[in-house]
């Protein structure tokens, strides 16, 4: 169940594939570079239960950096690309990171960051030279490829998505457990989706957000080939399909809308027949986006809800949205409750806080026992939430509605932004939008819409064609009272959307940053 095992049967299949350059990893290259590594960090000290941090861009040295830290008992914490050095230099002196790994990609921001490193001894830099930073196939170079005598399994340290204040850690016990045992995620990928040694998983998405980095390396566990977009573009996506042979995947909903707007003649070029399961998550998805998505690939989609955190999470196939639209699931993980602010759970039907009930709590937030305190339920502290409002059917299945923090209330009501994006980014000329809450003298908050309109779309008349377009599809309070257009929304490849960059203008905040 890690590369070791599958170097000895298949040293010269490819583990990773870039999708782009066609650059690939063997199973066995795979192995002696993260056995290089490992080998690296013992010989300077580092023990089970120390940090390393990476700063790349989708790369296949991340797989090495990845793969020592998991089989070395050490914790790794994968930082946002996006990041300013500022914002780069707290994540990795916050988390302690005694080695960190930045790309050529990233030169311009890795060298800001360099000095403001507080610790970090060991910096290494893939794909050239960075000033501050030593050769990272260099210092592997110098180092025996065997395994290291003991193998304990390491795990990862992310950092909460940071749309109000500083991120946050997400640590969880190392679980004490050789790095051949099988994960829970492993467990769950072969045994909901049929992953094993044959598939070929596609991953369009950022590595170092929390899915793909867990969906890649428990690939790798069951033995299975990743192909990796070195960024997604909605035609080279589906090349890489047919190329490869592409047997699962896993999406964002923008990506769905970005390939459902693509020309007919280009979306139907592409032999797609090995696809066999297409999963998605991260943000909600449009129900009639989702829906030309079955109609075109079939029911092999799937969808799970779920956080970084892992404190529960919910699955659902093809067969059971078409028969629940809307729905996120029932859950697999957790037992599920709908509580208002106070905490007292709410009938079927009515939405509240979502809390996710596990015998203990399985995480806490690095450095920060408020905000631990703060994803608890006030009674049983046990129960945890991400901040997401929702509901439950009668047959348990849950329906998210929107984020706590970005209800809008005006004049009393409650409003939901997320049905009000999901009517703006269907028309034909949007491709992406976001609705927030702006101050209302009267109200107390209005409906603002901003939108990303599609290449060569003239803005002219947008804004009243628009809101005549909501107006034959919302409620009327639910309409935007106004539309601005944007060149590009504040959204990552992740398929988040920092609101807060757009919204607190509005409020009179002009200093927001990502974090």
């Known amino acids: 169940m890690y590369p070791g095992i599958h170097a000895k049967a298949k040293p010269d299949a490819p583990a990773v594939i ?32 120390d940090h390393v941090a990476i700063f790349t861009d989708n790369r296949p040295e991340y797989f090495d950096v990845a793969w020592a830290a998991l089989r070395s008992g050490i914790y790794l914490t994968t930082v946002n690309r996006y990041l300013t050095a500022d914002e780069a230099a707290y994540i990795v002196n916050d988390c302690g990171a005694s080695c960190l790994v930045v790309s050529s990609a990233l030169r311009d921001v890795a060298e800001e960051l360099a000095p403001l490193l507080t610790g970090c001894p060991i910096r290494l830099a893939a794909g050239g030279g960075v000033d501050g930073f030593d050769d990272f196939n260099a210092a592997l170079a110098g180092q025996p490829a065997a395994p290291l005598a003991e193998e304990p399994r390491g795990d990862f340290m992310l950092y909460s998505s940071g749309t109000t204040g500083r991120p946050k850690g997400i640590m969880r016990p190392l679980s004490g457990d050789p790095v051949t045992a099988p ?54 996506a589906l090349a890489a399909i047919e190329q490869h042979k592409v047997t699962h995947s896993q999406w964002v909903p923008t990506m769905f809308t970005r390939m459902l707007k693509m020309p007919e003649d280009f979306r139907t070029r592409y032999d797609l027949s090995s696809h066999r ?47 629940h639209p809307g729905t996120v699931g029932r859950p697999v993980l957790g037992t599920l409750h709908i509580c208002d602010d106070e905490g007292n759970e709410l009938p079927n039907g009515e939405p509240g806080l979502v809390y996710f009930e596990q015998p203990v709590m399985p995480f806490a937030y690095h ?24 509901y439950l059917d009668d047959e348990g299945f849950l329906y998210l509605t929107d984020r706590k923090d970005f209800m809008i209330i005006s004049g009393g009501v409650n409003i939901y932004p997320q049905e009000i994006e999901d009517v703006l980014v269907l028309h034909a000329k949007v491709a992406d939008a976001a609705v927030f809450g702006i101050p209302d003298l009267e109200m107390g908050e209005q409906v603002k819409a901003v939108v990303q309109l599609q290449p060569g779309t003239d803005p002219e008349g947008i804004e009243a064609e628009l809101l005549a377009y909501c107006r034959e599809n919302l409620a009327h309070y639910k309409c935007p009272r106004s539309i601005d257009v944007v060149d590009e929304l504040p959204r990552l490849p992740t398929g988040k959307l920092y609101k807060r960059l757009l919204r607190d203008p509005y409020w009179g905040k002009s200093d927001s940053k990502i974090v």
């Open 277 to 323: 399961v297409a999963i998605h998550a991260a943000a909600p998805c449009p129900v009639e986006v989702k829906r030309q998505m079955i109609e075109w690939w079939g029911p092999i989609i799937h969808e799970y809800y779920g956080g970084t955190e892992l404190n529960g999470l919910t699955i659902v196939d093809s067969p059971q949205w078409l028969a």
């Open 18 to 49: 870039m999708a782009g350059s066609g650059e690939t990893r063997t199973w066995k290259q795979l192995d002696d570079r993260s056995n290089q590594l490992a080998q690296l960090w013992w010989a300077a000290g580092l023990r089970p239960g």
């Open 367 to 390: 450095g920060d026992p408020d905000k631990t305190r703060k994803a608890q339920h006030p009674v049983h502290p046990a129960w945890s939430k991400l901040g997401d409002v929702g």
């Open 183 to 236: 994960t829970a995620l492993t467990m769950l990928l072969q045994g909901f989706w049929g992953f094993g040694d044959d598939s070929v998983y596609l991953s369009p998405a950022p590595l170092y957000h929390s899915a793909p980095t867990g969906f890649t390396l428990s690939t790798h566990a069951l033995g299975g080939t990743t192909v990796i977009m070195e960024k997604f573009d909605p035609d080279a």
